[in-house]
Structure formats: structure tokens, C-alpha cells
């Protein structure tokens, strides 16, 4: 029926792109929510090991200076409030990239039991 109906296959083409672009961009809002998640919460680790003057938070706290020729002038070291606080952003992120990964997958899923369903 779909092969002789030009447009029920262009509508079928178009549903297989949609759905092929939702889960690219979906899948790589999930990888760059989950890796900058897990670098935010690596910052108590940082905070542990790497030496204070050479891991500077300048007056803003999301500007964080890495550097080897000593301390900025306006820099001072990376606190621990600024650790959790990151870490606690790190682990929000974590989470909200595993619900939108749940979320697609879910939404996926369904469309193609759809799809499949109405083949039979």
C-alpha cells in the first residue's frame, strides 16, 4: 500500500529520519551531559591530588585556571566549598543525562514497536 502511495512513503521516510536524527542528537546530549557530569564530580579528587598553586578558581566560579607559571594575581585556591559545589553540579548533570537516556530510550522503543506492530 505504501509503495503505491507516493506520499504514505514520504511520510514513512520522513518518520525513519525524524526519529534517526532524535536519537543522534539525543544520544549526544546524553554523552556531553554524562562526561562534563563526571569531570564536575571528579573535583574533589583534583582538590586532593593536584598541588594548589597550580589549580587556581579565578573570581568566577566557573572560570578555573590551570597554570605553571605560578598564581594568577587575582586567583586563589581551588576551595573545598567550590570542590563539592561542582561536584554536586557534576553529580545533577550525571543524572539528568541517565533520565534522558531512560526518556529516549523509552521514546524509541515505542515508536518501533509501533512501526513493527503495524507490519503485521
Known sequence: MQQSNPFGLFWVLLRLAAGS????????????????????????VLRLFVPQDLFVVDDNPFSITVTTDGVPGNGIPLSWGYAILCCGIGIVLVVLAMLLLR????????DMRRKTQGLD
Do not use: E, H, N, S
Not at 536524527?21 to 574533589?44: E, H, R, S
Not at 526518556?103 to 515505542?110: D, S
Open 21 to 44: 536524527l532524535l536519537a543522534f542528537v539525543g544520544g549526544f546530549v546524553v554523552i556531553v551531559l554524562g562526561l562534563t557530569g563526571l569531570l564536575l564530580a571528579a573535583m574533589p
Open 103 to 110: 526518556g529516549l530510550g523509552q521514546l524509541l522503543l515505542r
